[in-house]
T-cell receptor, first 115, second 116 residues
């Protein structure tokens, strides 16, 4: 069964460093998403991406965040200058159809620890 | 105001029993979708079930069913015949059209523990 994959599973970085989190969505899916979950808290939407551009973003997704689909398979989240409060689990998801009704399939997550 | 409210931080159930996890939502949009996800201790998010606001029937997927009461704005998840592997966090989520966007909102989750 096709699945969303994410690398690395765990990333440790120093405050102020740039990190890139990588995702490979399900191959025929058209919509891609990033979410984060601070430990013990609820899942929060960051951004959705369709047709090579951002379609929605939340207030959390400020100028230090960016997303890219550099080739036909990868979908990346870049945090330019990490802060302690960026420590969280980051989930990538993808869906075949429109966000309001179609099922989003989540990857296993990348745990980001900022020291 | 919270868009999604899960009032049960923790629930316990005996194996093979049924359990209901509560979810209420708040929206003024007539078109919305409601989702339940399971998050085991390993951390991944697993889609369980979807209910559209215009769906006439309650959604069912195997042992999972969604008790959708539109007038009360509730979308409770019912797990029948609980198994030990059902022990996990369960999140209710909603996607509504807000200002032209479909940004999803998650509840704070309910931790379910299934006892043998």
């Amino acid at each position: 069964e096709p699945e969303v994959t994410q690398t690395p599973s765990h990333q440790v970085t120093q405050m102020g460093q740039e990190v890139i989190l990588r995702c490979v969505p399900i191959s025929n899916h058209l919509y891609f998403y990033w979410y984060r979950q601070i430990l013990g808290q609820k899942v929060e939407f960051l951004v959705s991406f369709y047709n090579n551009e951002i379609s929605e973003k939340s207030e959390i997704f400020d100028d230090q965040f960016s997303v890219e689909r550099p080739d036909g398979s990868n979908f990346t989240l870049k945090i330019r200058s990490t802060k302690l409060e960026d420590s969280a689990m980051y989930f990538c998801a993808s869906s075949l159809g429109v966000p309001q009704s179609d099922t989003q399939y989540f990857g296993p997550g990348t745990r980001l620890t900022v020291l | 105001a919270q868009k999604i409210t899960q009032t049960q931080p923790g629930m316990f159930v005996q194996e093979k029993e049924a359990v209901t996890l509560d979810c209420t939502y708040d929206t003024s949009d007539p078109s919305y979708g409601l989702f339940w996800y399971k998050q085991p201790s390993s951390g991944e998010m697993i889609f369980l079930i979807y209910q559209g606001s215009y769906d006439q029937q309650n959604a069912t997927e195997g042992r999972y069913s969604l008790n959708f009461q539109k007038a009360r704005k509730s979308a409770n998840l019912v797990i029948s015949a609980s198994q030990l592997g059902d022990s996990a966090m369960y999140f209710c989520a909603m996607r509504e059209r807000s200002g032209g966007s479909y940004i999803p909102t998650f509840g704070r989750g309910t931790s379910l523990i299934v006892h043998p």
